[in-house]
């Protein structure tokens, strides 16, 4: 073989073929910078017990995976970031004032429990987060569903606790919930800062947001999730979120209260638990967003969001399977010929 022919040559290798510069390493640290600005808001309204709750998580994640990791023989990889994320989001969704050993609970289960059982990362069925707020949830659901008023706060309320905006919704209906806020205006303008009760890491929709449209930006997650869970909140609160019949609901509310904006943007769109196709990942995003809205809308918790994003994470494989595009010239299979 000449040099000609072999600068023409073909080397066959697995795939993937298409490589990026992009690795998993990067990506996770990315993503955790993008939630500095919602993390920061929650620090500023809830002070020093917020700092120590989200350090104890991560602490406690990084520890978990690492220890786990040398007990069965693996090299550990917690330098990949995906522990310190997974730390990081266990502590924005717990609420400010938990006992301390929440957060190290919750983070053992979903790092050792939800991922490293299931085989490390990228085999775990279910958001690991997620999956250890609902465990400390259900064990202590007294401490996780007792929420402080921001100290920043110019909500007119004396006791160092309070209800969310959504448990006042749904418990004493809009009147209250105007009588506490003052007005609309008032009411989407804290929502938006982060002058309402709720988890650290929930209270300031606008820091979301911009956490949201960086990694949007970077095109490290894309608006097929994020848009349709959003947007199917937005349209079954406005259809059926109003006591005074269809159509009279306030969108704006659900979309500005409670953890969907850190759902949408930042656990919804997990790679290894959501769908990889285009069209399923709408899919998953309008059943994240139904699921949420029948949930607060018809169930006993005012909040919804984290119950639909795991449901759905079921669903993710099926959802897959049922929208990628057949091979150009497969051939169907029929009974007879798989005999």
């Given amino acids: 073989m000449d040099a000609t022919e072999k600068e023409h040559s073909f080397i066959v290798s697995s795939s993937p073929h298409v490589r990026s510069g992009e690795t998993t390493s990067r990506i996770m640290w990315t993503v955790s910078l993008s939630l500095l600005p919602a993390l920061l808001m929650g620090f500023y309204f809830f002070g020093p017990k917020a700092i120590l709750v989200t350090a104890l ?24 970031g995906s522990s310190f994320l997974t730390g990081l989001l266990l502590g924005m969704n717990l609420p400010p004032s938990v006992p301390f050993y929440i957060p190290v609970i919750g983070s053992i289960v979903a790092v050792v429990i939800t991922k490293q059982l299931f085989g490390g990362l990228g085999f775990n069925i279910f958001n690991p987060a997620l999956i250890g707020r609902a465990f400390v949830l259900i064990s202590w659901p007294r401490a996780m569903t007792t929420w402080m008023a921001p100290t920043a706060a110019f909500v007119a309320l004396d006791a160092k606790t309070t209800a969310t905006p959504l448990g006042i919704l749904k418990e004493e209906g809009m009147g209250h919930l105007m009588e506490v806020f003052g007005s609309k205006i008032n009411l989407y303008t804290e929502l938006l800062l982060g002058h309402s009760a709720g988890s650290l890491g929930e209270v300031s929709a606008i820091a979301l947001i911009v956490g949201g449209v960086f990694l949007l930006v970077r095109g490290y997650i894309t608006w097929h999730i994020p848009f349709s869970f959003l947007g199917t909140v937005a349209l079954l609160a406005w259809v059926f979120g109003g006591k005074a019949g269809l159509f009279t609901g306030d969108p704006i509310i659900h979309l500005l209260s409670g953890g969907l904006m850190l759902g949408a943007f930042f656990m919804a769109t997990d790679y290894v638990t959501s769908p990889s196709v285009r069209k399923g990942q709408i899919i998953f995003g309008i059943g994240c967003g139904a699921i949420t809205m029948l949930i607060r809308l ?6 919804g969001v984290m119950f639909a994003i795991l449901l759905m994470n079921c669903f993710s494989p099926l959802i897959d399977r049922s ?4 091979p150009f010239g497969a051939i169907k299979v029929n009974k007879e010929q798989k005999k």
């Fill in 323 to 326: 929208v990628t595009r057949k």
């Fill in 298 to 303: 018809k169930g006993g918790f005012p909040e």
């Fill in 57 to 80: 998580s991560i602490i406690s994640a990084v520890a978990s995976e690492y220890i786990f990791e040398k007990i069965s023989g693996k090299k550990a990889a917690i330098s990949d």
